[in-house]
């Protein structure tokens, strides 16, 4: 039977709806003009998705004080020096303050101090009420009139010469085939989260710190379409609250409240190990380093001491959180915990794979264009590599560059629309629907369960055990070495090459749990050479070398950059330089 | 926290054009059981506690319920959703009480709903 299709053409095509594709939509249409077709193909609902589904309390990209070039040099500084893309950077946070005052006139509630001055969180955050954070965002798409499809999972990128041509994808609701081709095509659907086991089993597996419904699509795509990827040598690690895994900032810069370990000593003032590396204030993965040392020490539990935080703010504690991580406010209702009275309990959650946050991973673009090295393919918010820590409002900022960047590129070089080559169309369709074509084709056991199949989630658990014991999870205290790197490459391109035969999905939602995994083994594989590639440890606390312990500036201190090799199943990998622009002590803040 | 639907107060969202559960749950999770034809979280293991769901259904008929081997019963958390804010009741395990109101949008006047 052959299978309905939806044919779809656009100028700029955006595949995933969330921080930084909406705003990518808005700024396209400012600067592409009223003519200009902007599409959306969004995996779920577009008012509620993505990493603010939940709603946020806080901004953490803003220049408070001083000029963009501080803030650069502060996100320097957070990575331990790390290097950076200055350049893309510097751009966003040019912008990210105009940004925010045009996301207030559109109704988001700023909070304010006393002279009406936005309510800063430490010197580049500000405080939001964040609980239509989403809509808010997703309204933007809509007030520039681009269309959106909502519930299509994008799972490939079609290149044709060279040069991307558009996606393809499934509807998870109507079943059917999309086939969008665009003159320009946005890859933000966000970064990777569930490749290593979580902390909750069952009924709490997704009880984890990012957006589990993004899986690794952004990066499984650009790497299958032969773009250069990079930064995926670092993971973010978060400490967290434990069991819920919220965010911290609300305590650890909101209320300046310290971590304590169970002897209530606060390490990162008080121990010389710690304070050598920056003390409280010390960057990210330092802080991560140091707790996993406390508890590696057998001197955990460890807190966030809110009992000597600003006594003003630590009241309202609970309402800040019913804006970002509700279940956080409920867990202590049902535990007795009085947040405002007593320190909140704190561990390190699985690790995730992300570029706009406090890590690197993503797709390396040309200059600050936002397109990759594949010709018409731009990336933007966690799709984006080697510029962290833009967050929130940097993904608005860094949307807004790449619709301009579209809408610029289709100005100047006017694109065509390429033709598709129906064969290749037909593979890809049938390699979508594969698992559900297998399924028909099954024999089951009494259980239901299919003799000659595999389910998506039995296929997540066996890739999450392998990367949790061969690539350095929680249980191994984010450590690994060459050996373990060398069974876990084994183990994942074994599933990769061998075993995705066997999946099998029995309904519309299986076959998109489904490509959550084959996206998800896809970014293993980068994940796991690079951590193997970069022999050295640049960022302790996310990936710990027991063989390489130190820093090797003589031959890292630079990108590590990888293409993938089709037809080998390879990576290859390469070095692009690091250009300081900001001077002075990478390892130091300018204000 | 999972959604667990209450049966006698989910109408399957009669009169809209589509369950409003399912609508907009991130991970696809809501849907509507055919026999009952009341709303259901297909695997509670896949849901992210966003409180989406929760927050949108018309007839409060979602309780988030944390997950046991985290906490214990029976505390609530309820959202009741206004046009400018949502009303906040924590009811812990013992039975106290505690209400938050948080903003939700900028400015009084009349915003197109979101
Ligand atoms: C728990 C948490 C707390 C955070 N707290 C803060 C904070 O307090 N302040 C701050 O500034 N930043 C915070 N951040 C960071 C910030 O939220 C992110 O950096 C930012 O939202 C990333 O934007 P994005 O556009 O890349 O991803 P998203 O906004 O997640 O958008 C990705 C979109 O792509 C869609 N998608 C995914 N896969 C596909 C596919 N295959 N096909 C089609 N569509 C797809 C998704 O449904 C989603 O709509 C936090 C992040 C997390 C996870
Ligand atoms: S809480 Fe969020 S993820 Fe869970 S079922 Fe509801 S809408 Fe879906
Ligand atoms: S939104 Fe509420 S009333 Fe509507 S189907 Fe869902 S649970 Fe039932």
Known sequence: ?591 | MPPYVIPDQCDGCQGEREPLCELVCPGNLMVIEEPTGKAVCRDVGDCWDCMTCTKYCPRQAIQTRIQYQLAFVPGKLVPVVGPHSVTWTLIDCHGHVERFIMRMLAGDEEEEDL
């Open chain 1, 1 to 591: 039977m052959a299978r309905e299709r939806v044919y779809i053409d656009a100028d700029v095509l955006i595949i995933g709806g969330g921080t930084a594709g909406c705003l990518a939509a808005w700024e396209a249409r400012q600067s592409g003009g009223e003519n200009l077709k902007i599409v959306i193909l969004e995996k779920a609902f577009i008012r509620n998705s993505g990493a603010l589904s939940a709603g946020m309390n806080a901004l953490n990209m803003y220049v408070n004080q001083g000029k963009p070039e501080d803030l650069v040099a502060y996100i320097r500084y957070d990575v331990c020096g790390a290097p950076v893309r200055e350049d893309i950077l510097l751009g966003v946070a040019g912008l990210v303050n105009e940004t925010v005052a045009m996301m207030e006139k559109e109704g988001l509630p700023i909070k304010k101090k006393a002279d009406g001055s936005y309510l800063n969180r430490g010197k580049w955050n500000i405080e939001i009420n964040g609980s239509l954070l989403k809509p808010i965002t997703a309204n933007m798409a809509m007030k520039a009139r681009a269309k959106v499809y909502n519930r299509v999972y994008v799972t490939d990128l079609i290149t044709v010469d060279g040069m991307v041509a558009g996606c393809v994808g499934f509807g998870v609701r109507d079943g059917k085939y999309y086939v969008a081709r665009g003159k320009t095509v946005l890859v933000c659907a966000g970064g990777a989260a569930g490749l290593w086991r979580p902390r909750g089993q069952g009924d709490a597996h997704h009880r984890i710190w990012y957006y589990p419904f993004n899986t690794g699509g952004s990066y499984a795509m650009c790497k299958r379409a032969g773009a250069k990827m990079v930064g995926f040598d670092s993971r973010f690690v978060p400490v967290r609250t434990k069991d819920t895994y919220a965010a911290t900032g609300t305590m650890s810069i909101g209320m300046w409240a310290p971590m304590i370990n169970a002897e209530g000593e606060a390490f990162m003032r008080e121990r010389e190990e710690y304070v050598k590396l920056g003390g409280h204030t010390a960057p990210t993965p330092i802080r991560v380093l140091a707790y996993c040392r406390e508890m590696q020490n057998n001197r955990g539990p460890c807190y966030m001491d809110t009992t000597k935080g600003d006594p003003q703010r630590v009241d309202g504690l609970k309402a800040q959180y019913l804006d970002i991580s509700p279940i956080l406010v409920l867990y202590w209702g049902c535990n007795d915990i009085n947040p405002s009275r007593e320190p909140v309990e704190i561990d390190a959650g699985n690790p995730s794979i992300i570029g706009a946050h406090a890590a690197f991973a993503g797709a390396w673009t040309l200059g600050t264009s936002r397109m990759t090295t594949v010709e018409r393919l731009f990336v933007s918010g966690d799709a984006l590599g080697a510029a962290p820590s833009r967050f929130i409002s940097g993904s608005w900022s860094c949307g807004r560059l790449a619709g301009r960047g579209m809408a610029g590129h289709i100005k100047e070089k006017r694109p065509e629309l390429l033709e598709l080559d129906p064969a290749v169309l037909s593979d890809l369709e049938r390699n979508i629907f594969a698992p559900l074509e297998r399924y028909e084709k099954c024999s089951f056991f009494t259980s239901g369960d299919p003799v000659e199949g595999v389910f998506p989630n039995q296929m997540e658990w066996r890739m999450q055990h392998i990367m949790e014991e061969y690539c350095g999870g929680r249980s191994r205290w984010f450590y690994v070495n060459e050996t373990n790197l060398g069974i876990a490459r084994k183990l994942i391109n074994r599933m990769r090459r061998e075993q995705l035969q066997y999946l099998v999905a029995k309904d519309m939602h299986q076959l998109q749990l489904a490509w959550d995994v084959i996206n998800r083994l896809d970014v293993c594989q980068l994940v796991i050479d690079h951590i193997d590639h970069r022999k050295e440890t640049r960022y302790p606390g996310y990936v710990n070398r027991s063989d390489y312990p130190e820093a090797d500036d003589a031959n890292f201190d630079c990108f590590v950059t990888s293409l993938w090799d089709a037809k080998k199943d390879e990576l290859t990998f390469g070095k692009e330089p690091y250009e300081q622009i900001i001077p002075g002590d990478r390892k130091a803040q300018t204000i």
